[in-house]
Nanobody
């Protein structure tokens, strides 16, 4: 099993910034993709940003130009720098990691960290 521990969430005013971190530990072979998803009350979980080991990125339209995903492969850690935050960014943010072991794709989730943006 791989454990993901997120940190960095909190309360911020609109226009402010937060930086989320997610560290992976445990039965790690080679994590390919790491990313961030979010879920607001009453909504489905949605992609925010992902980053593969080969540095290929994908961003939700709502995140483009404001959020930046990065990772430290040596530390198995992924970051999400969030700038120009808006009240609609309020959600629980979940870290995600995927690795392929013996032909099986393993997907892991963190416990989530709350981000609240006040207007």
């Amino acid at each position: 099993q791989v454990q993901l521990v997120e940190s960095g969430g909190g309360l911020v005013q609109a226009g402010g910034s937060l930086r989320l971190s997610c560290a992976a530990s445990g039965r790690i072979f080679m994590i390919n993709a790491m990313g961030w998803y979010r879920q607001a009350p009453g909504n489905q979980r949605e992609l925010v940003a992902t980053l593969t080991r080969s540095k290929s990125t994908m961003y939700a339209d709502s995140a483009k130009g404001r959020f930046t995903i990065s990772r430290d492969n040596a530390k198995n850690t992924v970051y999400l720098q969030m700038n120009s935050l808006k009240p609609e960014d309020t959600a629980v943010y979940y870290c995600n990691a995927e690795q392929r072991v013996a032909g099986i794709n393993e997907v892991y989730w963190g416990q989530g960290t709350q981000v609240t943006v006040s207007s």
